[in-house]
């Protein structure tokens, strides 16, 4: 378990580090990193400051040292956009508007997926199993983006029941979070129906039912917890998925959080903001996994044994 | 849609009888009529199709409502957006960008993702670690995050979309071709060529390969899907193909700040893009049924 | 010790039980009735695909939904039928009243669940009282399959033990609410021939000291006669004869019961499946009118292929349905 453990953590070590060599790269390989570093904009005197701050007269390998050693202490220089700020500040205080919206979205698509994922599942080729196959069909072939524009539309736009963007309060959080959660919705339903039928199947399923235990418990308890283990793999996957969605998702409805964020820094070719979110979201993929690993291993004490 | 039991597989009940099940599946003709009409012709011709000109409008024209709605014309059928640019036209061009960014891209990423998982696959060890390792750490990477960190450095272009989504697409081939060659080495044909002296070059590439194409077929149909919804995000974000070029989700974003007053400029691109990834995915489900019903959750 | 054996305890009459695919009615279970008595062991033998399995589950009213489904017949447990049950009522008879060992103790336990967790809630199910109580009637139940140390053994997953202890640990959930009737199918077929036949040993321990009554499934004659009383050979869906162990060893009637017991080269040394009689059973869904065994039958005549031979008493308590036995 512990090994287990440990192989992920370093797995995940790796892929972080295989980001900031990106990172590092992208911002050289293109010709004078002072081009990508810094917006066109820039003074003479910037570029001179930049080009010795990061130490661009030195070898390549060492202006990785140097550029690694600085990430590692959360140090990707000051924002040129706004000045004034550490570009790593500037990330960290738009975090926990991504991370509530993130949460609520991931909240969202287990408290529906997960029951109706199951019900499509026992009710198999039934009414109520072919509807849930369109909705997740048509949940994976929609754009967030698109989904957002148009809830807003209808629910704040024609109804003006809820309003159109910013942060604050639940009513601002409905629509933009219903619009992340709703893809994860059609992926995590669609993987619980099929993880459930296989286990339905299984010898030990039927066991509980020769022992005289209801069909309620023999579903929610002893198949789902086998189920939930599928989908919970897929999330560990798409925890960067659903944190980049709503680099999308927080441009459409305007939320004050990391996402909008990188876009504005992009926009102003502010390359030490850029990096740093990168960062930081990679290194939050990262913990996402490893909580989900630590679940994975509660959930089947296979692996907790290992 | 991927389902873990696809209907055309034997399950076998108590006492083994074997509950066969047809493939339940018709032939998707819808999707494939919406493919051609929404993607394929318009992709293909649109300076033929389109009744306007995509890039410039009149703004005598602009904001036209759907010619159903009051106040709209038949000239501009889906309406006018804040420039006066026809919606109809440029969603005819917008196929133009969903097309070639998803072709081009399925087919570099398929090419090395096949290669690497071919290999992986065929020679193990060391070399196999090695390119899973790299297939777990890229299908870890945030991609429109990555996208826009390449957008930032080297600027919005085709190039950069193509290889972005290559970055993410490669190594789901790799992995689902790995995995089919470690089952098809074993097989007496491969050792029959290798006896025959064939290189491992030849082995991969004539006897291995035919018998993933079935596997890549399905995987390329149901990947075009995640392309055009990648593409469209990132026009979405400003960092696909640079303006003024129409694409469907630079249009969805102009729509974004008039969702107010004109519905239509976001409506229907995103209905496009909707309906052209809806039918790809019935069309993969239905060729997977048909090809390869083994695959599954791709 | 000797076995009492007493009253009829379970008695199935005209069972039919058919699943409705999309190739057409498969007729798995189609009209076989038995009795069972009080202490008795019961097996039924053939091929896989014959129905053993599905009449097992036809007894439990646990047949596959919605494709199979009981079409006829009666299942009388101590004189009530359970086919006109609730499923609630049903659920009560489930385990307290008749059970049931499957096949595979590798998949028949839940793997994310202790196996103190699995046994508890099938006692808790049937019975009330303070978790003390209950505890120890799971500890109980182990001991009684003779799981050494069982209240360590209780915190345990399945993946921690092995294939045999698993499948005591099966057994325990099944007897943990002193069942009349158990059903074990093919109980020892993934085992090894040791730890088979030391379950095999527990199984009648037990029996003698409950009084247990047992269905024993398997395609295993040599199992049959270590421990059977009477025996029941089905072939595609049909009992085809039944009766006595040693009668049944002794003067074979049907010549599917011969053909099989031909091919069981030697007590030692069993064929992991029937193979050696030439030829496939029948398909299910499209059955002759006439004896199904006519295809690979050496004896087959022009009315065999027509119509079904009624059962001819071939000794006490000995019938074959075969029409090579009218003249005899």
Redesign the interface.
């Known amino acids: 378990m512990q090994r287990y453990i440990i192989i992920r953590l370093l ?2 070590l ?2 972080l580090w ?2 900031s060599l ?2 590092f790269g ?2 050289r390989v ?1 010709g004078d990193p002072i081009d ?1 570093l810094l917006p066109i904009e820039a003074t003479l005197e910037e570029r001179e400051t930049i080009r010795r701050n990061w130490g661009l007269d030195k070898p390549l390998h060492t202006q990785y040292l140097v550029f690694l050693s600085k990430a590692v202490r959360g140090d990707f220089g000051n924002s040129w956009k706004w000045q004034g700020h550490t570009a790593m500040g500037l990330v960290l205080a738009r975090l926990p508007a991504t991370l509530e919206l993130a949460g609520v979205a991931i909240a969202i698509s287990i408290v529906l997926a997960l029951p109706l994922g199951v019900l499509a599942a026992v009710k198999k080729d039934t009414l109520f199993d072919s509807v849930g ?1 369109m909705v ?3 949940g ?7 989904l957002g ?2 809830l ?2 209808i629910f704040a ?1 024609m109804l003006g029941w809820l309003p159109t963007s910013g942060r604050g309060g639940i009513s601002r959080l409905i629509l933009p979070a219903v619009s992340l959660g709703w893809f994860q919705v059609a992926v995590i339903m ?2 619980v ?3 459930m ?2 286990v339905l ?4 399923v ?10 309620w ?1 023999v579903i929610w308890k ?1 198949c789902l ?2 189920a939930a283990i599928v989908p919970l793999t897929y999330f560990a ?1 798409n925890a ?2 659903l ?3 709503s ?2 998702i927080e ?2 409805f305007v939320w004050p959080g990391t996402g909008r964020l ?2 504005e ?3 102003a ?1 502010d ?1 030490q903001v ?2 740093a ?2 960062i930081i ?2 290194t939050v ?1 990262l913990f996402a ?1 490893l909580i989900v690993d630590i679940l994975y291993a509660y ?4 692996i907790r ?1 290992q | 849609m991927a389902q873990v039991l696809p209907e055309s597989v034997p399950r076998s009940t108590p006492d083994g009888i074997v509950q066969e099940t047809l493939p339940s599946r018709q032939f998707p003709g819808i999707p494939l009529f919406i493919l051609v009409f929404l993607l394929v012709l318009p992709g293909l011709f649109a300076p033929y199709l389109a009744p306007h000109n995509p890039i410039r409008g009149s703004l005598r024209a602009r904001l036209q409502p759907p010619v159903w709605v009051q106040g709209g014309t038949i000239t501009h059928p889906l309406g006018t957006d804040k420039v006066g640019r026809d919606i109809l036209s440029r969603i005819i061009y917008g196929a133009r960008i969903s097309l070639a960014v998803s072709l081009v891209a399925i087919l570099v990423s398929g090419v090395i993702g096949t290669a690497l998982g071919l290999m992986a696959g065929y020679f193990g060890g060391r070399l196999d670690a090695l390119i899973m390792r790299l297939v777990d750490i890229s299908l870890g990477l945030p991609v429109i995050l990555l996208a826009l960190v390449f957008v930032a450095a080297i600027g919005a272009s085709f190039i950069t979309v193509v290889v972005v989504t290559t970055v993410l697409l490669w190594a789901r081939y790799a992995r689902q071709v790995r995995g089919e060659t470690l089952s098809i080495r074993e097989r007496d044909f491969i050792a029959r060529a290798r006896v025959a002296g064939a290189s491992h070059f030849r082995i991969m590439l004539r006897y291995i390969f035919p018998n993933v194409i079935n596997t890549l077929t399905v995987l390329a149909t149901l990947q075009i899907g995640a392309v055009i919804l990648l593409e469209s995000a990132l026009s979405f974000l400003g960092a696909g193909i640079p303006r003024p070029t129409p694409t469907w989700g630079s249009m969805i974003a102009d729509g974004r700040d008039l969702i107010v007053v004109a519905w239509w400029i976001a409506m229907f691109p995103g209905l496009a893009i909707m309906l052209t990834v809806l039918s790809l995915n019935l069309l993969g489900d239905w060729l997977r049924d048909r090809l390869d019903p083994k695959l599954r959750n791709i | 010790m000797t076995r009492h054996i007493g009253d009829v305890i379970l008695q199935v009459d005209d069972l039919h039980t058919y699943c409705f695919t999309r190739w057409g009615v498969v007729k798995a279970v189609d009209g076989v009735s038995f009795a069972l008595r009080q202490g008795e062991t019961l097996g039924i033998v053939g091929e896989s695909g014959c129905g053993k399995s599905m009449t097992a589950l036809s007894l439990l009213r646990l047949v596959p939904r919605p494709v199979a489904r009981i079409v006829q017949g009666r299942v009388l447990l101590q004189g009530e039928n359970l086919l006109d049950k609730s499923e609630r009522e049903m659920r009560h008879i489930r385990g307290r009243r008749l059970s049931m060992i499957l096949q595979d103790p590798q998949t028949s336990l839940n793997p994310v669940f202790t196996i103190g967790n699995q046994l508890l809630e099938a006692i808790h199910i049937h019975h009330k009282g303070s978790p003390r109580t209950l505890l120890s009637r799971a500890i109980n139940a182990l001991s009684q399959v003779r799981v050494a140390a069982p209240e360590r053994r209780v915190e345990d997953y399945p993946h921690q033990m092995s294939g045999g202890m698993k499948q005591r640990v099966v057994g325990a959930i099944a007897l943990s609410c002193e069942p009349h009737v158990i059903i074990a199918d093919e109980p020892t077929t993934s085992l090894d021939v040791t730890i088979q036949a030391q379950y095999l040993r527990l199984l009648r321990e037990i029996q003698e000291e409950t009084g247990l009554s047992i269905i024993f499934i398997t395609h295993d004659f040599g199992i049959v006669a270590k421990m059977c009383d009477r025996v029941m050979v089905m072939y595609a869906g049909r009992v085809v004869e039944s009766g006595p162990v040693r009668d049944i060893f002794n003067h074979p009637a049907h010549p599917y019961t011969q053909a099989l017991l031909q091919s069981v080269p030697t007590m030692e040394e069993r064929p992991e499946r029937l193979y050696a009689i030439e030829g496939q059973p029948p398909a299910l869904w499209e059955l002759p009118p006439g004896c199904r065994f006519t295809a690979r039958c050496p004896y087959a005549e022009a009315r065999c292929e027509q119509t079904y031979p009624s059962s001819f008493a071939v000794g006490v308590d000995h019938t074959a349905d075969c029409w090579r036995l009218q003249e005899a």
Do not use: C
């Open positions: 797995q995940s790796l892929a295989v980001m990106i990172v992208l911002a293109t990508a196959k997740a069909l048509l994976q072939s929609l754009p967030a983006f698109w524009i148009i807003m539309w736009v669609r993987l129906r099929s993880a039928l296989d199947d299984s010898e030990f039927k066991l509980t039912r020769v022992k005289g235990l209801s069909e418990k002893h917890r086998n996957i960067g998925v944190m980049t969605g680099v999308v441009n459409v990188a876009l820094a992009i926009q070719r390359f850029v990096q979110i990168v979201f990679a993929f996994n959930l089947d004490p296979r044994y």
